[in-house]
C-alpha cells in the first residue's frame, strides 16, 4: 500500500514537470515561456496559473456569498408595518399649518375607501356586542398576578386605541381607554380565535381607531424578575368599529392650546381625561340639584324660550324673527316671570332647570348662553330661602367633594380657600358702603331721587371706581358694592338689604322703608345665587315696571319690560312666595377649579377663525351622495 502511494506521489511531480515544459514549449518546438492574459489583472502568466488563480477567485466569492448571507438575514416583508410608520412621520401637533395631519387624513381616506369598497374589513359595521365595562377591571381582576390568567372568563369591549406596538408579525399590544379606564390589549396569533387571519385583523389598524376586543383578562409575564407585568386583555379577536380619518397627537405633546381645545372639544375629550372629568361633575352636580328639588316636593316644569317680551333680570336679550306670524319675538334672559305665574296657577313648588340667552360680553365668567335653575315657593320669604340655600349648596359640595372645604386658582394664580359649611356669613349692604366710603349714605326712601345720584357720582370718584353711562342710581350702586363688597367674598356670603329701585321683582322690606327682602350670594367675589321674597301686589308691580320703561328710556337697554300678560296673572292673587336663581354654570366652575367658564361649557361660544378651507373626505375620494327622490315644486 505504501508502495503504491510513492508511485502515485512520483506520478503527479512528472505530471507538474511535463505540464510546464509544455507551458514554455513555443509552435516551433522551442522552450520559450507561452504566456496568457490574466483579464482581471492584466498580467500574462502561465495556463497552470490562470487556472489556479480562477480557482481562488470562485472559492473567495462564494465565501463572501456566504457571509453576507450571514451578516444580513432577510427580513420578512411587512408592508402594512412599514406604511404606518411612513404614517407616523407626518406630523399632527403643528398647530399653525397642520400639514401633518392633512396628508395623514388624505393618506387615511383612501385606506377607508378601500376597505369599504373591499369589505375587507367592513369599516363601519352596523353593531358590536359589548359584555364588560373596563371601569370594573381593577376591582374583578386587579388581583391576578404575574402570568396568570382567567381563560374561562371571556369579556368584549369597545375602546379606543392612544398607542400601538409591534413585535414582528404575529404579536401587537394596544393601549386602549373607554369612559376613562385605560388597559393593555395583548393580541398574539396564538390566542386568536377569529376566522380573519392575525394580520388581516390588525395591519389596518391606527392610532385613534375605534376598536371591539373579544379576549379574557389576565397579567402579562416579562422577564425581568422585577416586573410584575401588565394588566391586559388577551385578545382573541380584534374588529374595526369606527377609523379615526385623523392623526391625533401624541402623547408626548397632548392637546393644550385653548383656542384648539375650545373649538375642536372633541378631540379635547379624547386626549385629556381632566375635561372628561369636569363634564362628568357638572351632571352629577345638576343631579343633584333635581334630586334635591323633586325629593322636598318640588315638581320640574318647562317653560317657554321664544317669548314676546322677555323679563324676569336685568339684560339684554337676543331678538329672532318669526317667519309665519311676521312677529319678533326675544330668547328669554330668564324663568322667573312663567314660573310665577305657575305658582298662580297652583303649583305652589316648583322649579326650572335650563338654559338662558343674553346679549351680553363673553369673558372669563359669561357666555352668551348659559344654564340656570329657578325655584317658587309659596307661602315661604327670603329667610326660608336662606336656609334652603344653605342646605342644598352644602348638601351639594359634600356629595361631589367629599367635603366642605375647597380650592379655587384664579387667572393670577390666587389661591382662595372656600368653607362652605352653613351658617354662611350675612353683609347688609348699605352700611357695608357706608363704612368702605367713610359717608353716610342717604336713607332707602331717597335712594332713587337726583339728590342720591349726585352723591352716588361723588363717592365714585372719591373711591376711584369706575362706571360705563347710563349713570343711573341702581348702576352706580351695583358698581360701588362691586368694588368694596364683592371683592371680600371668599367664602359663601350673602349680600343683603338691596334698595327697591336696584329689585324690581322683590318685595319691599318689612322693617326698613326704601329697601327690599333680597339677598345675593357670593362665592370667590363671584354670584352664584339671587333670591329675595317675591312681589306680590299687582298694584306696587305695574308701578315698579314703569321705573324700569324710564330707566329703559334713558337708555339702559339693560331694564326690564313691562309685561302686562304677567302683570294680569297678578291680579288673580300670587300667595306670599320665596324663590331663588342659581348659577350653575358658576358653582361647576367653583368645584372642579376652574376659572374660566369656557372650561365647564361643553361647546362655548367662539369667535370666527380666518382658516383656509380644509380638503374634505368626501373630495379626497372621489365620494357620489345615495340617489335621493327628486322633490318637486
Known sequence: MAAQQSADVVKDAVQNVTDKVKDMTTEDGSTQPNLILDEATGERVSKTELKKRQKQREKDAKKAERESTRQAPPQPKRKAATQEEEEGKLNANDTQANMGDQQYFEIR????????????????????????DLRNYQSDFGHLKKGEHLRDRVISIGCRIYNIRSAGENLRFYE??????????????????????????????????????????GRTSPKKEDNPGEQSIFAQSVTLLAPCLHQIPSEHYGFKDQEERYRNRHLDMIMNKSTVETFKTRARITKYVRNYFDNNGFYELETPILMKSAGGATAKPFYTEHNDLKMTLALRIATELPLKQL???????????????????IDLT???????????????????????????????????????????????????????????????MIPALEEACGEKFPPGTELHTQDTNDFLKRMLKKTDVECTPPLTNARMLDKLVGEHIEEKCISPTFITGHPQMMSPLAKYHRSQPGLCERFEAFVCKKEIINAYTELNDPFDQRLRFEEQARQKAQGDEEAQPLDEGFLEAMEYGLPPTGGWGMGIDRMVMFLTNHYSIKEILTFPFMKDENVAPKLKAAEVVDVTPMPEEGIRK
Open 176 to 217: 386602549v381607554a373607554v369612559d376613562g379606564a385605560e388597559i393593555q390589549i395583548m393580541a398574539t396569533n396564538l390566542e386568536n380565535t377569529s376566522d380573519i387571519p392575525f394580520p388581516d385583523q390588525h395591519d389596518h389598524l391606527r392610532r385613534g381607531d375605534i376598536i371591539g376586543v373579544t379576549g379574557f383578562p
Open 343 to 361: 305658582v298662580i296657577g297652583g303649583i305652589h313648588k316648583v322649579y326650572e332647570l335650563g338654559r338662558q340667552f343674553r346679549n351680553e360680553g
Open 109 to 132: 381616506s383612501r385606506a377607508v375607501k378601500r376597505m369599504k369598497e373591499t369589505q375587507q374589513p367592513n369599516p363601519y359595521p352596523h353593531k358590536f356586542h359589548v359584555t364588560y
Open 366 to 428: 359669561h357666555n352668551p348662553e348659559f344654564t340656570t335653575c329657578e325655584y317658587y315657593e309659596a307661602f315661604s320669604d327670603v329667610y326660608d330661602v336662606m336656609k334652603r340655600t344653605e342646605e342644598l349648596v352644602e348638601g351639594m359640595v359634600k356629595d361631589i367633594t367629599g367635603g366642605l372645604e375647597t380650592k379655587f386658582t384664579t387667572q393670577t394664580g390666587e389661591t382662595m380657600h372656600v368653607n362652605w359649611a352653613k351658617p354662611w356669613k350675612r353683609v347688609e
